[in-house]
């Protein structure tokens, strides 16, 4: 930066004013910086300068799988916002390993981020590192809360599993439930939710005798799983199945078509399945997949918005945003169930 102001013949204060905000200095000024940028090729180094910031304006972002269309629909939203209020979001993948979200995490505090959103492992995420960032910058939680006083923006999960069994319950026989590895807090307060709204609607809850492991490949999960239940007739003990999730009702689907299982709904087929969150591929399943919509746009808008809120020491207490976010989810109708 020495040497650019050097170059271009002003002082280093005036430059630095231009990178932070080129409308605040004059347009003679602007004109001869950018003409010197063209001919020296110079760019500030931006971690360099976030660095030297009290606050940078750098918003960190971490997701459970880049892979997985859920969180990129979520990431994507996310980013369109900040960049509109003048941040730059960087997202890292934990890729479902604990130990590569505590590298994230150390990776953010290192950058001197603003702020973070967080979609965390939950059970095997390292708590204590996360409150040592939270002690430092606003983080705002999706998809799975840390705990129950963290900011999170996610599904209503009780209301969503109610939606989902009641349908089930008028449309057909009772459904079992296939749980979902346990990886976060979405796992327990599905299934919760799950044995809730049977006993409400009079009936008893049936929980599938799966494994509990601590895994992200749900489809593979579940397949294996299925598979078993599907080799012993009175290991499934309803012709419909609620899954915890769409990835859990892939593997599903999948394992009933290699033992010749026909899934759908009405005569003519063998099993009813449904799922829960509307994955981007579900309505491209065969069959289609029944399930319920979380709101991966409002998700995303809520989730940013919030975090805005938290780093404007500012903002009018009025019009402050809630801390804790639980949005209704949608019933979506296909030929699965």
């Known amino acids: 930066m020495e040497e650019f102001s050097e170059f271009v013949g002003l002082s280093r204060p005036t430059v630095s004013k231009y990178f932070n905000d080129p409308a605040s200095v004059r347009k003679k000024t602007r004109d001869a910086i950018e003409e010197a940028l063209k001919k020296s090729g110079f760019r500030p180094n931006i971690f360099a300068v976030n660095l030297n910031r009290r606050r940078s304006n750098i918003i960190g972002i971490i997701i459970p799988n880049y892979a997985d269309p859920f969180y990129m629909a979520l990431t994507n939203r996310i980013e369109l916002i900040a960049n509109e209020a003048g941040f730059l979001a960087f997202v890292l993948s934990s890729d479902g390993k604990p130990e590569i979200e505590n590298r994230a995490i150390r990776t953010f505090k290192s950058m001197n981020v603003a702020g973070a959103i967080i979609a965390p492992l939950g059970v095997t995420s390292h708590c204590s590192t996360l409150q040592e960032l939270a002690a430092t910058i606003p983080i705002v939680y999706v998809d799975s809360p840390l705990d129950e006083r963290s900011a999170f923006v996610g599904t209503d999960n009780r209301q969503s599993v109610d939606l989902i069994v009641d349908y089930l319950c008028r449309s057909g026989e009772p459904p079992s439930y296939f749980d979902m590895p346990q990886v976060n807090t979405n796992s327990v307060t599905r299934r919760m939710a799950y044995v809730g709204a049977m006993q409400r609607l009079g009936f008893e809850p049936r929980l599938l005798d799966v494994a509990k492991p601590a895994r992200w490949d749900f489809e593979r999960f579940a397949f294996d799983e299925a598979s078993r239940l599907f080799e012993k007739a009175d290991l499934l003990p309803s012709r419909t199945v609620l899954c915890a999730n769409d990835r859990i009702a892939f593997g599903v689907i999948a394992a009933a078509f290699q033992k010749g299982i026909r899934v759908g709904h009405g005569a003519g087929y063998d099993l009813r399945v449904a799922g829960h969150d509307d994955h981007p591929l579900s309505r491209y399943a065969c069959p289609p997949i029944t399930t319920v919509a979380q709101n991966y746009n409002e998700i995303g808008r809520l989730?940013?918005?919030?975090?805005?809120?938290?780093?404007?020491?500012?903002?009018?207490?009025?019009?402050?945003?809630r801390e804790r976010i639980l949005l209704s989810a949608d019933l979506m109708l296909r030929k699965s169930a």
């Open 303 to 321: 989730s940013i918005e919030l975090l805005l809120q938290k780093l404007n020491e500012e903002a009018d207490d009025t019009t402050r945003m």
